[in-house]
T-cell receptor, first 111, second 112 residues
Framework: EAGVVQSPRYKIIEKKQPVAFWCNPI?????LYWYRQNLGQGPELLIR????????DSQLPKDRFSAERLKGVDSTLKIQPAELGDSAVYLC?????????FGPGTRLLVL | GESVGLHLPTLSVQEGDNSIINCAYS??????FIWYKQESGKGPQFIID?????DKRQGQRVTVLLNKTVKHLSLQIAATQPGDSAVYFC???????????FGSGTQLTVLP
């Protein structure tokens, strides 16, 4: 069974540039999450989707971050414009009930 | 605010020994707990979970213990192997919130 798929795995951009991350959750999982993980820390929730609806985006910096999950399956997370402090690993996770399963993450470096 | 924390940032054990990783949480409403293993360059990998109506749950080589009285969670790994070297996170959530709160992680190093 395929796990959560994310792309790209790595991204290096200059500050003020836009960047987008893509996630394909585990088949059948209605709940999708985007997390940000800084070095040496645990993941922090950015946004949670139930199907195509964003039900918890309270931690998403809405001035520069946006996300969508138009058909309730794949999701994209965008940052525009990126800042130096956005350098982190961006993790996507999905769940049906109970445990959340994470993708490998996208490692973003903003120069 | 509510938080989940780990007692020790690093833990080194000899191969073959048992490992115990501890975690304290402060949200008394937490009712579901998960242990994750994260290897370098990878996302967190689910290890084992436990609900608050239980105090012990066993998996393959791993056991999670929950003490709700003192808000303490532990992960026991039997016969620790080199492949167990990773950062281990405990995480908790409560009721319908479904927001998973992670601790800062414990780096487990298995010595040959």
């Amino acid at each position: 069974e395929a796990g959560v798929v994310q792309s790209p795995r790595y991204k290096i951009i200059e500050k003020k540039q836009p960047v987008a991350f893509w996630c394909n959750p585990i088949s059948g999982h209605n709940t999708l999450y985007w997390y940000r993980q800084n070095l040496g820390q645990g993941p922090e929730l950015l946004i949670r989707y139930e199907n195509e609806e964003a039900v918890d985006d309270s931690q998403l910096p809405k001035d520069r971050f946006s996300a969508e999950r138009l058909k309730g399956v794949d999701s994209t997370l965008k940052i525009q414009p990126a800042e130096l402090g956005d350098s982190a690993v961006y993790l996507c996770a999905s769940s049906e009930a109970g445990a959340k399963y994470f993708g490998p993450g996208t490692r973003l470096l903003v120069l | 605010g509510e938080s989940v924390g780990l007692h020790l940032p690093t833990l080194s054990v000899q191969e073959g020994d048992n490992s115990i990783i501890n975690c304290a949480y402060s949200n008394s409403a937490s009712d579901y707990f998960i242990w994750y293993k994260q290897e370098s360059g990878k996302g967190p990998q689910f290890i084992i979970d436990i609900r608050s109506n239980m105090d012990k749950r066993q998996g393959q080589r791993v056991t999670v213990l929950l003490n709700k009285t003192v808000k303490h969670l532990s992960l026991q790994i039997a016969a620790t192997q080199p492949g167990d070297s990773a950062v281990y996170f405990c995480a908790e959530t409560s009721g319908s919130a479904r927001q998973l709160t992670f601790g800062s992680g414990t780096q487990l190093t298995v010595l040959p």
